[in-house]
């Protein structure tokens, strides 16, 4: 997958706005990170993006079976995967407080769905601060979250094999033009200039209108979306 690193996201934005891109404060950053994270969310069950899909085989299925954690949403069912088989059947389900349903309840079925999209709530890394399995930071224009049982005493953007200690919270490349105009939305939107707001907005969803396009364009007639209930 291709991924967009967070500081790039604050210079376009901050250049955008007029502001000096070599020196932005923390106010910024952080303002800029709780933006970033709520588009991230709408954005990411706005198409079947393969970045933002995975298939989970269910095995031993019975109706009333929890919707798989690594899952926020359902796209398709069906008796096979259809990434490896496109010949396989679609079942009929329904969703029912992360609970799945069907028609005809198979033993084995394959569900395809979103995977949860990333949070991103750390801070810029300190040497002087302590950190726990599970904690995030925010290091070298990336966030890094903690894996279990490892010392984290060393920035992950400093650590050349740093797999085992820390891992990076991926931003899919394609959403960087909507990302891009809508930060910049929202920036204006807390400066009260309203009205250039929504013109950055009606960019942002154009851009994010073009990449469903392309999508679509690749892979055809996009397959029916259920979410969660």
Same mark, same amino acid.
Not at 176 to 181: D, E, K
């Given at each position: 997958?291709?991924?967009?690193?967070?500081?790039?996201?604050?210079?376009?934005?901050?250049?955008?706005?007029?502001?000096?891109?070599?020196?932005?404060?923390?106010?910024?950053?952080?303002?800029?990170?709780?933006?970033?994270?709520?588009?991230?969310?709408?954005?990411?069950?706005?198409?079947?993006?393969?970045?933002?899909?995975?298939?989970?085989?269910?095995?031993?299925?019975?109706?009333?079976?929890?919707?798989? @954690? %690594?899952?926020?949403?359902?796209?398709?069912?069906? #008796?096979?995967?259809? &990434?490896? =088989?496109?010949?396989?059947? !679609?079942?009929?389900?329904?969703?029912?407080?992360?609970?799945?349903?069907?028609?005809?309840?198979?033993?084995?079925?394959?569900?395809?769905?979103?995977?949860?999209?990333?949070?991103?709530?750390?801070?810029?890394?300190?040497?002087?601060?302590?950190?726990?399995?599970?904690?995030?930071?925010?290091?070298?224009?990336?966030?890094?979250?903690?894996? @279990? %049982?490892?010392?984290?005493?060393?920035?992950?953007? #400093?650590?050349?094999? &740093?797999? =085992?200690?820390?891992?990076? !919270?991926?931003?899919?490349?394609?959403?960087?033009?909507?990302?891009?105009?809508?930060?910049?939305?929202?920036?204006?939107?807390?400066?009260?200039?309203?009205?250039?707001?929504?013109?950055?907005?009606?960019?942002?969803?154009?851009?994010?209108?073009?990449?469903?396009?392309?999508?679509?364009?690749?892979?055809?007639?996009?397959?029916?979306?259920?979410?969660?209930?």
């Amino acid at each position: 997958m291709n991924t967009l690193r967070f500081d790039y996201l604050l210079k376009q934005v901050a250049a955008l706005a007029g502001l000096d891109t070599s020196n932005l404060p923390t106010t910024f950053f952080r303002q800029m990170r709780e933006f970033a994270a709520i588009r991230l969310d709408y954005a990411w069950r706005t198409a079947a993006w393969p970045e933002c899909v995975s298939v989970i085989n269910y095995t031993g299925f019975v109706n009333g079976t929890a919707l798989n @954690a %690594n899952h926020a949403g359902v796209l398709w069912v069906a #008796d096979r995967d259809l &990434n490896d =088989d496109p010949t396989g059947d !679609v079942l009929t389900h329904r969703l029912f407080n992360d609970k799945l349903y069907l028609d005809w309840p198979e033993d084995s079925i394959y569900v395809a769905g979103w995977t949860k999209p990333p949070e991103l709530v750390g801070e810029v890394y300190a040497a002087s601060t302590t950190y726990a399995s599970g904690d995030q930071v925010y290091s070298g224009g990336t966030f890094y979250n903690s894996a @279990a %049982n490892n010392n984290l005493n060393n920035a992950p953007s #400093d650590q050349t094999n &740093n797999g =085992d200690v820390w891992t990076p !919270v991926n931003i899919p490349k394609i959403f960087q033009h909507y990302l891009v105009r809508g930060l910049f939305a929202d920036y204006l939107r807390s400066k009260g200039e309203m009205e250039k707001a929504l013109q950055a907005e009606a960019e942002a969803e154009a851009t994010l209108d073009e990449e469903r396009n392309h999508l679509i364009s690749r892979q055809g007639q996009s397959p029916q979306i259920a979410f969660t209930g």
